[in-house]
């Protein structure tokens, strides 16, 4: 009888417990699974969105350094933040060089206070009256000399930063065509 009922009993709970052992390890290897895959899949989803981030980088450096205008980025203080090979071309001064310095040695000194007055009113809120718009402006090369210039000026925000593009197009050929034809008619 009762020793009986009591190693069954036993054998009972001890299946039981074998059971419960083994259900929860089950359980435990498919929670562990699924975790897995779903840092498997976070890694791969961040692998892929560096991926993607650099090919758009390698794309706009393309794109960019090969461009025939001047192409130059600037931050909000107007200190320099990236220029292309035609920029090189167009004003003497390497990358390098240029890194971190103003806008304003790009241009003749007449234009370098009316400059610094729009970045403060741009940095107040103020409109711009030349973001959007193609204007001909005057450069100034690394050798002191001025040139004709075409200039598209472009904004943009991230992380709660501003920054300016310039696209930039030498337009003396086109400036001493306009001057000999105005000759030939007068």
Same mark, same amino acid.
Request: charged share 20%; aromatic share 12%.
């Given at each position: 009888? *009762? *020793?009986? %009922?009591?190693? +069954?009993?036993? %054998?009972?709970?001890?299946? &039981?417990?074998?059971?419960?052992?083994? #259900?929860?390890? #089950?359980? =435990?290897?498919? *929670? !562990?699974? &699924?975790?897995?895959?779903?840092?498997?899949? +976070?890694?791969?989803?961040?692998?892929?969105? /560096?991926?993607?981030?650099?090919?758009?980088?390698?794309? @706009? !450096?393309? #794109?960019?350094?090969? +461009?025939?205008?001047?192409?130059?980025?600037?931050?909000?203080?107007?200190?320099? !933040?990236?220029?292309?090979?035609?920029?090189?071309?167009?004003?003497?001064?390497?990358?390098?060089? *240029?890194?971190?310095?103003?806008?304003?040695?790009?241009?003749?000194?007449?234009?370098?206070?009316?400059?610094?007055?729009?970045?403060?009113?741009?940095?107040?809120?103020?409109?711009?009256?030349?973001? =959007?718009?193609?204007?001909?402006?005057?450069?100034?090369?690394?050798?002191?000399?001025? &040139?004709?210039?075409?200039?598209? !000026?472009?904004?943009?925000?991230?992380?709660? %930063? #501003?920054? @300016?593009?310039? @696209?930039?197009?030498?337009? /003396?050929?086109?400036?001493?065509?306009?001057?000999?034809? =105005?000759?030939?008619?007068?």
């Amino acid at each position: 009888g *009762v *020793v009986d %009922q009591a190693k +069954s009993a036993y %054998q009972w709970t001890t299946k &039981f417990a074998y059971i419960v052992i083994w #259900v929860g390890m #089950v359980f =435990g290897i498919i *929670v !562990l699974s &699924f975790a897995l895959l779903a840092l498997n899949r +976070s890694a791969l989803a961040r692998r892929t969105s /560096s991926i993607k981030l650099r090919d758009e980088q390698t794309k @706009f !450096l393309q #794109v960019t350094e090969f +461009s025939y205008d001047a192409i130059i980025t600037s931050d909000h203080a107007g200190n320099i !933040l990236y220029w292309n090979r035609s920029a090189e071309r167009m004003f003497g001064y390497t990358a390098a060089e *240029v890194s971190a310095q103003p806008l304003t040695m790009l241009m003749p000194q007449r234009y370098r206070d009316p400059h610094a007055a729009g970045m403060a009113r741009l940095a107040t809120g103020g409109e711009s009256t030349m973001i =959007g718009k193609t204007i001909e402006f005057t450069g100034l090369r690394r050798d002191g000399s001025e &040139f004709p210039l075409e200039l598209s !000026l472009t904004t943009w925000e991230t992380n709660g %930063q #501003v920054f @300016f593009g310039g @696209f930039i197009r030498d337009i /003396s050929e086109r400036k001493q065509t306009e001057a000999r034809t =105005g000759e030939i008619a007068a």
